[in-house]
């Protein structure tokens, strides 16, 4: 029984370490948490604005401009996958590459050949992992993604929609993503960036009113310059939304598995307990026996 006990106590004293990893790294994601959604949802009056002027600017332009029109010259098409780079989130990125899986059946089934682009180190190992090729990620700012490296990402997506089909151009793009809802909700978002499909009119359908606005030096001009903007936007807001959506996820994960690690610590120094109480009883037993014994021998 001294065995039991022994055991217990060195149980005991690793889920103590454990907890107090856990809860440290709670604290850490919860002090990151309310910046992290400050800025996510701080671009969305910026991304509002830029819809509305991309459909403006859309009503008076061609609208045979490649990031509008699509294409029909190939079937490859482009995915963008925004995962973590850390594990200890719960099931944050497992969600995106299941909707990940999901999309990418879908398009096959409609004859398609998607190509991969992930963002996270774990969505890079669990792709490459299972064999399927990964065109280019990148990893190490999941969880505080910066500007610079969003506008590379839309410029190697945007590029590869405009590129030739014979040197790999795809035809659509699309991207999935995590949209932070709240502290407790993180739904997982699938997204047609490319060709853009402009919804939000400046004037309601049937309804006719003066131009608000004046375009130098043409429509068409002033669309190409802008389009790239709103792509470029749109990334950054994706991940900035995806980067709120993993440290809330951390966050509880981290509660829990703190809860989860006082509550075997409760049943260890439990069963710790009931080993001393019996090694108490097993040698007053033998104290007993061997005082019984001595006085038959007299």
Request: charged share 25%; aromatic share 6%.
């Amino acid at each position: 029984m001294a065995g039991s006990q022994r055991v217990y106590k060195q149980k005991i004293r690793a889920t103590q370490t454990l907890k107090k990893v856990f809860r440290a790294m709670e604290l850490i994601a919860a002090s990151r948490i309310t910046k992290a959604r400050k800025k996510a949802q701080g671009r969305d009056p910026y991304t509002l604005a830029l819809v509305r002027a991309v459909s403006a600017v859309a009503e008076h332009a061609n609208l045979d401009h490649p990031l509008i029109k699509g294409r029909q010259d190939t079937n490859r098409v482009a995915v963008l996958a925004i995962t973590s780079d850390r594990g200890m989130a719960g099931a944050y990125s497992a969600t995106v590459l299941r909707e990940t899986e999901r999309l990418l059946e879908r398009l096959e089934s409609e004859g398609k050949e998607p190509v991969l682009y992930v963002s996270g180190r774990r969505g890079e190992s669990y792709f490459r992992f299972r064999g399927r090729e990964v065109v280019r990620s990148w990893t190490g700012s999941s969880d505080n993604p910066d500007a610079e490296t969003s506008t590379e990402i839309a410029d190697e997506l945007l590029a590869a929609f405009l590129a030739p089909a014979e040197e790999g151009g795809v035809g659509e793009l699309h991207v999935v993503f995590t949209r932070f809802v709240s502290m407790v909700s993180q739904v997982p978002q699938v997204r047609r960036m490319l060709p853009l499909e402009v919804v939000e009119g400046v004037t309601e359908a049937g309804a006719h009113a003066l131009p608000l606005y004046e375009f130098e030096p043409s429509p068409d001009e002033v669309l190409d310059a802008l389009l790239p903007l709103y792509v470029r936007n749109r990334i950054y807001a994706q991940h900035l939304m995806a980067a709120a959506s993993e440290l809330a996820a951390r966050q509880q994960a981290m509660h829990t598995a703190t809860d989860n690690a006082e509550d075997l610590i409760r049943d260890y120094t439990r069963l710790a307990n009931q080993a001393r109480q019996a090694d108490i009883t097993s040698e007053i037993t033998e104290i007993v026996s061997g005082a019984d014994a001595l006085a038959s021998s007299r």
